[in-house]
């Protein structure tokens, strides 16, 4: 069974928009249907576009705004800083941090070639440990 992916605003908005055209398609959903269903899929921050577009709006002027808000393009800056300033949280496992720091530079570097961003991933997560001997130790490694 096929179950929409929801959407809030902090993903990938180009991946959450292939996922459901890719859906949209499969089921061939009409224009009505698959507006029904987008505005069913967003959430928190991105269920504001709902407010802002009038009850007249098409699926297109939804998924436009979606992109003026949340499109990986405009956001690189926000990412770049996010990834800059993350650190482990006391609680936190570093398989998390891992996960939470290769997500962030796949934002903020959308276009670069893999060698280029592993290396900022790495540096990224060495310095999000904010212990100096765990530091030491993943540099070696």
């Not at 949280?89 to 290769?102: A, F, K």
């Not at 310095?127 to 993943?138: C, K, R, S, T």
């Given at each position: 069974?096929?179950?929409?992916?929801?959407?809030?605003?902090?993903?990938?908005?180009?991946?959450?928009?292939?996922?459901?055209?890719?859906?949209?398609?499969?089921?061939?959903?009409?224009?009505?249907?698959?507006?029904?269903?987008?505005?069913?899929?967003?959430?928190?921050?991105?269920d504001q576009v709902l407010w802002d577009?009038?009850?007249?709006?098409?699926?297109?002027?939804?998924?436009?705004?979606?992109?003026?808000?949340?499109?990986?393009?405009?956001?690189?800056?926000?990412?770049?800083?996010?990834?800059?300033?993350?650190?482990?949280?006391?609680?936190?496992?570093?398989?998390?941090?891992?996960?939470?720091?290769?997500r962030l530079v796949s934002l903020a570097?959308?276009?670069?070639?893999?060698?280029?961003?592993n290396h900022v991933g790495k540096e990224?997560?060495?310095?999000?440990?904010?212990?100096?001997?765990?530091?030491?130790?993943?540099?070696?490694?």
């Open positions: 069974m096929l179950k929409l992916q929801r959407y809030d605003g902090t993903d990938r908005l180009d991946t959450f928009l292939r996922k459901f055209h890719s859906m949209s398609q499969y089921l061939q959903w009409n224009e009505e249907d698959a507006m029904y269903h987008l505005c069913g899929c967003l959430e928190g921050a991105a577009i009038g009850p007249s709006a098409m699926m297109a002027d939804v998924i436009k705004l979606l992109q003026t808000r949340f499109s990986t393009e405009l956001q690189v800056e926000r990412f770049k800083v996010e990834l800059c300033v993350r650190r482990h949280r006391l609680d936190e496992m570093l398989q998390n941090l891992y996960r939470d720091i290769s570097y959308p276009s670069v070639d893999a060698t280029l961003t990224s997560f060495i310095n999000a440990l904010n212990d100096g001997p765990l530091q030491i130790e993943v540099m070696k490694g």
